[in-house]
């Protein structure tokens, strides 16, 4: 299987600010890369496919980037809504793996 | 409007098991390069993905629980099943269903359901 290991495991930060996630596949996975954000309580929501892909409805803010086994997803000006738990996820082959998850918090 | 829902016994007892149905609208399980996949996420802790089928009824399951799984759909009720036999308490989460679009070429969980909580205990 491919492992998916994301750093930092959590991130704080204060509104305005910009955060960058990194995902590292274990092995090479082109871009079959996606990202989604959690709230508490709440299912994930994808943001990005195809590790930069925007999908339809999620801010320009967000944005993905990478190839390969690196991948990165920034925030480029943090909203009060964006605190979140964010993973990301492989699809080069199955099974399907996630990242551990980066909680980002409120500095 | 494209919408899944999760539905099972909310508490099982240990080596039960564990039968969770997901119920889709807005889309047909036949749609080409479509499917549903399940994940679960224990309390606290991260996404695990389970298991996932698609309109051609391709499958495909977890390394570490493959052999207690089983996925198949009912494209008439617009319903996929998973079974997850021998449950444990270690196997207490939220399990949730969410729509595969591959249509883009990109494998992509594109829309999930609220989450159904199962917790294990005797």
């Known amino acids: 299987d491919i492992q998916m290991t994301q750093s930092p495991s959590s991130v704080s930060a204060s509104v305005g600010d910009r955060v960058t996630i990194t995902c590292r596949a274990s092995?090479?996975?082109?871009?079959?890369l996606a990202w989604y954000q959690q709230k508490p309580g709440k299912a994930p929501k994808l943001l990005i496919y195809?590790?930069?892909s925007l999908q339809s409805g999620v801010p320009s803010r967000f944005s993905g980037s990478g190839s390969g086994t690196d991948f990165t997803l920034t925030i480029s000006s943090l909203q009060p809504e964006d605190f979140a738990t964010y993973y990301c996820?492989?699809?080069?082959?199955?099974?399907?793996?996630f990242g551990g998850g980066t909680k980002v918090e409120i500095k | 409007q494209v919408t899944l829902k999760e539905s099972g016994p909310v508490l099982v007892k240990p080596t039960e098991t564990l039968t969770l149905t997901c119920t889709v609208s807005?889309?047909?399980?036949?749609?080409?390069?479509?499917?549903v996949s399940w994940i679960r996420q224990p309390p606290g802790k991260a996404l695990e993905w389970l298991a996932h089928?698609?309109?051609?009824?391709?499958?495909s399951y977890s390394t570490s629980l493959k052999s207690r799984l089983t996925i198949s759909k009912d494209t008439s009720k617009s319903q996929v099943v998973l079974t997850m036999t021998n449950m444990d308490p270690v196997d207490t989460a939220t399990y949730y269903c969410?729509?595969?679009?591959?249509?883009?070429?990109?494998?992509?969980?594109?829309?999930w359901g609220q989450g159904t909580l199962v917790t294990v205990s005797s």
């Open positions: 969410a729509r595969i679009d591959d249509s883009s070429g990109y494998y992509r969980l594109d829309y």
């Open positions: 807005g889309f047909s399980l036949s749609n080409a390069r479509m499917g």
């Open positions: 089928i698609f309109s051609n009824d391709e499958k």
């Open positions: 092995q090479g996975i082109s871009s079959w």
């Open positions: 195809a590790a930069s």
């Open positions: 996820q492989q699809a080069n082959s199955f099974p399907v793996t």
